[in-house]
């Protein structure tokens, strides 16, 4: 189940959800319990548009165990 950033309009307090579908209902908010609340873009779901070298089996890409 993914985890999904959501932020109340009422208070902007912002919070996390972990919900088993991206359609189902949005949590109300936990702070002032606030129905109006936004879907918010994940900080992971951001990526580079850099080149850098894969990483090998061991995480790190300067290591041999590297497979090119």
């Keep these: 189940m993914p985890i999904y ?8 307090h912002r919070f996390e959800a972990l919900l088993a ?3 189902e209902a949005a949590p109300p908010c936990p702070r002032c319990g606030g129905a ?3 879907k918010l873009p994940s900080a992971f779901a951001v990526t ?3 080149a850098s070298p894969a990483a090998g089996p ?6 041999p165990c590297r497979m090119d």
């Design 21 to 23: 579908r991206s359609d």
């Design 48 to 50: 580079h548009g850099g």
């Design 36 to 38: 109006q609340v936004s």
């Design 5 to 12: 950033e959501y932020r109340c309009n009422a208070c902007d």
């Design 58 to 63: 061991c995480g790190n890409a300067d290591c």
